[in-house]
């Protein structure tokens, strides 16, 4: 499904329908160039979800953790600067059962990861930002095709 997204205000409207719209446990991998909007899209996503306070970049801790107001955990990775999957073993995330993975540069994991359910790429674009979202398991599938998802993704069609 491609989107476009005109705005930081529209960024905020689909981190809010697909808050409010995902399964529970819910992993998303978040792909695109530096500057695209990953971090902008977890940031407003985990807002949506009620969280309050700093919601800080995890660029240089790799994970933050953030409990969410309905009860559970939301994990954000950002792993631009791991070297290598195995790295992700000293986080100790194995055994974590957070509602929400948020997952920037998940290629950078490799295999060491949790399977997505849902892929988004970002990019920039000549006004503001394309956005694809892709099912990739059954889970995935189901949020998309979901009413409250698909009725709320319709305001962003590609132009």
């Known amino acids: 499904m491609r989107l476009h997204l005109h705005d930081s205000d529209a960024t905020d409207a689909l981190a809010h329908v697909l808050a409010h719209s ?11 160039d530096l ?3 990953k971090s902008t899209l977890a940031r407003a996503w985990l807002r949506a979800l009620g969280v309050t306070g700093a919601v800080r970049s995890p660029t240089y801790t790799l994970v933050e953790r953030y409990d969410l107001a309905g009860g559970g955990e939301a994990l954000h990775l950002d792993l631009y600067r791991i ?4 790295e992700l073993e000293f986080l100790g995330l194995d055994d974590v059962r ?3 993975w948020l997952i920037e540069w998940p290629e950078r994991g490799g295999s060491a990861l949790i399977a ?3 892929r988004i790429k970002l990019a920039v674009a000549p006004a503001g930002r394309a956005c694809r979202l892709q099912a990739i398991s059954p ?3 189901d949020w998309l095709s979901s009413k409250s998802a698909s009725d709320g993704l319709r305001q962003f069609a590609e132009p």
């Open 139 to 141: 889970v995935g599938a």
């Open 22 to 32: 995902q399964p529970t446990p819910a992993v998303v991998y978040l792909q695109g």
């Open 98 to 100: 957070a509602a929400l």
């Open 83 to 86: 070297a290598e999957a195995g």
């Open 35 to 37: 500057g695209a909007g």
């Open 116 to 118: 997505p359910d849902l």
